[in-house]
């Protein structure tokens, strides 16, 4: 089970981890991060930047060491990484690397109530989807191919493991699509029949509680 952190929006562990190379004022952090496009790798809200970066200051994890002043702009202050934050992202990482997570998937969210939609469409649906991914993942392909030509792979593993996740989403919601496609998924009769004569969910239920219909067992 994951720890409470002091500062627990991933953002932090992003800061932290880019502080870690050197001091930087808040500009430079935000720069450094979308340039490395961070915002692929975990959910970043870029306008919490000014409110985690003074958490992580509140806790002990940075301290200011300067600041500068470029013309008429405002001054800029400059953070660094405290010993107490260097330990602070050693653990994190260790956790995040060793520690399985569940974590919320849009997907998922649309797979857990897919009976609402009629089979044919969810066919369609699916082969829709199918099309994007086969897009992303040619994408992410030629890009971790350029990367691993001037970048060590300790520095794009995470797109690596971001690219395995999309192809085996795309083989999982293939082998459904043609499941369905041939009929073979359990219970399409019962499925087909919910929109064509517009039975409830909660009519299926009492239907298989009297014994009137048997789910398959299939698999």
Same mark, same amino acid.
């Given at each position: &089970?994951?720890?409470?952190?002091?500062?627990?929006?991933?953002?932090?562990?992003?800061? /932290?981890?880019?502080?870690?190379?050197?001091?930087?004022?808040?500009?430079?952090?935000?720069?450094? /991060?979308?340039?490395?496009?961070?915002?692929?790798?975990?959910?970043?809200?870029?306008?919490?930047?000014?409110?985690?970066?003074?958490? /992580?200051?509140?806790?002990?994890?940075?301290?200011?060491?300067?600041?500068?002043?470029?013309?008429?702009?405002?001054?800029?202050?400059?953070?660094?990484?405290?010993?107490?934050?260097?330990?602070?992202?050693?653990?994190?990482?260790?956790?995040?690397?060793?520690?399985?997570?569940?974590?919320?998937?849009?997907?998922?969210?649309?797979?857990?109530?897919?009976?609402?939609?009629?089979?044919?469409?969810?066919?369609?649906?699916?082969?829709?989807?199918?099309?994007? /991914?086969?897009?992303?993942?040619?994408?992410?392909?030629?890009?971790?191919?350029?990367?691993?030509?001037?970048?060590?792979?300790?520095?794009?593993?995470?797109?690596?493991?971001?690219?395995?996740?999309?192809?085996?989403?795309?083989?999982?919601?293939?082998?459904?699509?043609?499941?369905?496609?041939?009929?073979?998924?359990?219970? &399409?009769?019962?499925?087909?029949?919910?929109?064509?004569?517009?039975?409830?969910?909660?009519?299926?239920?009492? &239907?298989?509680?009297?014994?009137?219909?048997?789910?398959?067992?299939?698999?």
């Amino acid at each position: &089970m994951a720890k409470k952190r002091k500062v627990g929006n991933l953002l932090a562990l992003a800061v /932290l981890a880019v502080l870690f190379e050197r001091p930087m004022h808040r500009y430079e952090i935000a720069a450094t /991060l979308k340039q490395r496009g961070k915002e692929r790798d975990m959910d970043i809200k870029w306008g919490s930047l000014y409110t985690v970066v003074q958490n /992580l200051e509140k806790h002990g994890f940075l301290e200011v060491v300067g600041s500068e002043r470029d013309g008429a702009r405002p001054e800029r202050i400059i953070y660094r990484i405290t010993e107490a934050g260097r330990a602070e992202l050693d653990d994190w990482t260790r956790e995040l690397v060793a520690t399985p997570e569940p974590e919320h998937h849009r997907f998922v969210a649309g797979l857990s109530i897919l009976g609402l939609l009629p089979p044919d469409d969810v066919i369609a649906l699916l082969s829709e989807r199918l099309r994007r /991914l086969e897009t992303i993942i040619a994408g992410e392909r030629e890009s971790i191919a350029a990367q691993r030509a001037v970048i060590p792979r300790l520095f794009i593993v995470e797109s690596e493991f971001q690219l395995a996740m999309l192809e085996a989403e795309a083989r999982w919601a293939a082998a459904l699509r043609d499941e369905l496609t041939a009929g073979a998924f359990p219970d &399409m009769d019962l499925w087909r029949r919910m929109h064509a004569e517009g039975v409830e969910p909660a009519e299926i239920v009492e &239907m298989v509680e009297r014994g009137d219909f048997t789910l398959s067992t299939d698999t």
